[in-house]
């Protein structure tokens, strides 16, 4: 979805129903129409097919069918359906201020900024797949920006394999992103969507990490990372020296120096076995750190399942982060090299963000104790045990 610069305003007799009025059209494609319409003061984006057949409105309450049970950061809010209006039927959604990925680029934003903006593009993906859903149809146009915090918002999912396919011949843009296998009306899986990740890493990175993004672009399915995970671990770890360029420097001073050629050979062997071993000490690090956290948010995550109230939740959430910072200090006098360790210490804060960010929303979907409308005593009970900074412990066994 790509916002026009100008706005469209639709006939003024045109009103849609059920309260949404003043519709703006703001884009339109090949096969859908977007306006921006207003309720009770707000806005809110509306998605309608372009002509009424049976297939365009399949496509669109599919999409709806799909979305509205979806709830993540970087994916749009989905409200409604709405069967019978004045611009017909389709789907009611959060109004995103922003532009699209490509618009957005063209800003020139910072690598800082780029990187960030990667990882959300990843973590809404990654979503999608742990909820069984293929995207299918992964391009700059549905992956939206927002103005006020440059935050991702992701737009039309859950396309079927041969809903893609279609859409794929009806507009040109989508072919240039999708997988070779969905092309070929073969049945797709996680790494169709790898595929479509990695040209659109390559737009989002200004072409710096190819290693990576060409895996996610192999041909052969096979050759891809398998999930979105592996994706997000290999770029955590892009502060690996590059090996290839170090040997060829290498080679060539000795050559300069005019060293025999099996005393090149014995020094570019003991350069490779160093170079291999510095790398298996890397992985075992990284291993390590993955292993450790999510064991410990996984225990968390269990814990705050038996919790009913989130100022419980937030204690035993900072207790978990307060016993992070052995694993902290585990690794940073693990090696010399202060390359290595910014690495290390990029990864770790990389999983423990993601980490913490699920605990936060777990935690924040259960009511705080002044919503539960409890008794003066219970309530004066759990509140005690706030203010000594003890744990969770049931009023019913514990207060009387």
């Given at each position: 979805?790509?916002?026009?610069?100008?706005?469209?305003?639709?006939?003024?007799?045109?009103?849609?129903?059920?309260?949404?009025?003043?519709?703006?059209?703001?884009?339109?494609?090949?096969?859908?129409?977007?306006?921006?319409?207003?309720?009770?003061?707000?806005?809110?984006?509306?998605?309608?097919?372009?002509?009424?057949?049976?297939?365009?409105?399949?496509?669109?309450?599919?999409?709806?069918?799909?979305?509205?049970?979806?709830?993540?950061?970087?994916?749009?809010?989905?409200?409604?359906?709405?069967?019978?209006?004045?611009?017909?039927?389709?789907?009611?959604?959060?109004?995103?201020?922003g532009r699209d990925l490509s618009a957005f680029l063209?800003?020139?934003?910072?690598?800082?900024?780029?990187?960030?903006?990667?990882?959300?593009?990843?973590?809404?993906?990654?979503?999608?797949?742990?909820?069984?859903?293929?995207?299918?149809?992964?391009?700059?146009?549905?992956?939206?920006?927002?103005?006020?915090?440059?935050?991702?918002?992701?737009?039309?999912?859950?396309?079927?394999?041969?809903?893609?396919?279609?859409?794929?011949?009806?507009?040109?843009?989508?072919?240039?992103?999708?997988?070779?296998?969905?092309?070929?009306?073969?049945?797709?899986?996680?790494?169709?969507?790898?595929?479509?990740?990695?040209?659109?890493?390559?737009?989002?990175?200004?072409?710096?990490?190819?290693?990576?993004?060409?895996?996610?672009?192999?041909?052969?399915?096979?050759?891809?990372?398998?999930?979105?995970?592996?994706?997000?671990?290999?770029?955590?770890?892009?502060?690996?020296?590059?090996?290839?360029?170090?040997?060829?420097?290498?080679?060539?001073?000795?050559?300069?120096?005019?060293?025999?050629?099996?005393?090149?050979?014995?020094?570019?062997?003991?350069?490779?076995?160093?170079?291999?071993?510095?790398?298996?000490?890397?992985?075992?690090?990284?291993?390590?750190?993955?292993?450790?956290?999510?064991?410990?948010?996984?225990?968390?995550?269990?814990?705050?399942?038996?919790?009913?109230?989130?100022?419980?939740?937030?204690?035993?959430?900072?207790?978990?982060?307060?016993?992070?910072?052995?694993?902290?200090?585990?690794?940073?006098?693990?090696?010399?090299?202060?390359?290595?360790?910014?690495?290390?210490?990029?990864?770790?804060?990389?999983?423990?963000?993601?980490?913490?960010?699920?605990?936060?929303?777990?935690?924040?979907?259960?009511?705080?104790?002044?919503?539960?409308?409890?008794?003066?005593?219970?309530?004066?009970?759990?509140?005690?045990?706030?203010?000594?900074?003890?744990?969770?412990?049931?009023?019913?066994?514990?207060?009387?």
């Open positions: 979805m790509s916002v026009n610069s100008s706005l469209v305003p639709v006939k003024e007799d045109i009103a849609i129903n059920y309260g949404y009025h003043n519709p703006v059209l703001l884009s339109e494609s090949s096969i859908s129409r977007i306006y921006r319409i207003s309720k009770a003061g707000k806005h809110f984006i509306f998605k309608t097919t372009k002509d009424d057949s049976g297939k365009m409105r399949a496509l669109v309450r599919r999409e709806y069918d799909i979305s509205i049970g979806l709830d993540h950061p970087h994916i749009v809010n989905v409200f409604t359906f709405e069967e019978e209006t004045e611009v017909g039927p389709g789907i009611v959604m959060e109004y995103v201020d063209s800003e020139k934003p910072s690598m800082q900024i780029r990187r960030r903006i990667a990882d959300q593009v990843l973590d809404a993906v990654g979503y999608l797949h742990r909820k069984g859903i293929i995207h299918n149809d992964l391009k700059p146009e549905n992956i939206f920006i927002s103005r006020k915090d440059n935050s991702v918002k992701l737009l039309d999912f859950g396309l079927s394999d041969n809903d893609a396919y279609y859409m794929a011949k009806a507009m040109g843009s989508t072919a240039g992103y999708a997988s070779p296998e969905l092309l070929r009306q073969e049945k797709t899986d996680s790494r169709s969507d790898i595929y479509s990740l990695g040209i659109l890493l390559d737009k989002i990175l200004d072409g710096r990490n190819s290693r990576i993004s060409g895996k996610c672009r192999s041909e052969d399915r096979n050759k891809r990372y398998d999930n979105v995970e592996q994706v997000r671990t290999a770029l955590a770890r892009r502060h690996y020296p590059v090996y290839f360029s170090a040997v060829s420097i290498l080679i060539i001073v000795l050559a300069v120096v005019g060293l025999q050629v099996g005393e090149r050979v014995r020094k570019f062997k003991d350069f490779q076995s160093a170079e291999l071993e510095r790398q298996e000490m890397c992985d075992s690090v990284y291993n390590a750190i993955d292993t450790e956290i999510l064991r410990i948010y996984g225990e968390l995550e269990t814990r705050l399942s038996d919790i009913p109230y989130k100022e419980f939740g937030y204690m035993e959430l900072s207790k978990t982060m307060s016993g992070l910072t052995v694993i902290w200090k585990s690794f940073q006098d693990i090696a010399d090299d202060q390359t290595l360790i910014g690495g290390f210490i990029s990864h770790y804060t990389l999983i423990q963000n993601d980490c913490y960010e699920k605990a936060l929303r777990q935690i924040e979907a259960i009511p705080s104790i002044t919503e539960a409308s409890l008794p003066p005593e219970e309530f004066n009970f759990y509140m005690e045990l706030i203010g000594k900074e003890e744990p969770y412990r049931p009023y019913e066994k514990y207060g009387k």
